[in-house]
């Protein structure tokens, strides 16, 4: 028995932001470039309401490509990297507000230190209790290229483990650090 594989191609965008933020009086110019603020984030998902658009997850494109299930007319993907805490303030309530869903990659690291640039446990556990994604992006945010096995375990088998262990969903998705990796 030999399976066949499908073609299948798909345009559905992907919209991926950082901070939502307002820019602080000291912002260098990759803190401006990652910068959107809460006002026209808010209009960009006010757009894609007026629109019609309907975000769907990661895993859903996923089941779009592999097996084919369809997806409503005019999906959209929402991501967000990093965690931080304005994911949690100004992003989540606007999500709610349009019934959209989003991708969150975060850095575990920086709940577990209780950095409040970053959110926290309970955030993360309330966003994924309300059909948020939250996927890995590492413990600590570090290139991973060239490194060992031990260490690419670490970053990436803990910041899952870690993910599960308070959602109690294990991720399947992965951002990695930068986009940079080994081939």
């Known amino acids: 028995f030999e399976q066949v594989a499908t073609l299948r191609r798909l345009q559905v965008p992907i919209l991926m932001y950082h901070y939502v933020s307002e820019l602080p009086y000291n912002a260098d110019d990759i803190r401006r470039g990652l910068t959107v603020t809460p006002e026209i984030f ?3 998902m006010q757009y894609l309401h007026n629109q019609g658009y309907t975000t769907v ?3 859903d494109l ?6 084919g299930t369809l997806l409503p007319p005019k999906p959209i993907v929402l991501t967000f990297d990093d965690g931080y805490r304005d994911a949690y303030t100004n992003v989540f309530p606007v999500l709610k507000q349009y019934g959209f869903s989003g991708t969150f ?4 690291s920086r ?7 970053y959110m926290t446990w309970p955030q993360i556990v309330e966003m994924s209790n309300a059909g948020m994604s939250m ?8 290139d991973l290229r ?13 910041s899952i483990e870690s993910l599960a262990a308070y959602t109690g969903r294990t991720p399947r998705m992965f951002a990695y650090p930068v986009g940079h990796y080994d081939g």
Do not use: M, W
């Open 42 to 44: 808010k209009a960009h």
């Open 57 to 59: 997850s990661l895993y």
């Open 62 to 67: 996923n089941d779009a490509l592999t097996k």
């Open 105 to 108: 990659f975060i850095i575990t």
């Open 111 to 117: 709940p577990d230190a209780n950095d409040p640039v």
């Open 135 to 142: 996927e890995p992006h590492t413990k600590d945010h570090v």
């Open 146 to 158: 060239q490194r060992d096995h031990d260490f690419l375990i670490y970053q990436l088998q803990g």
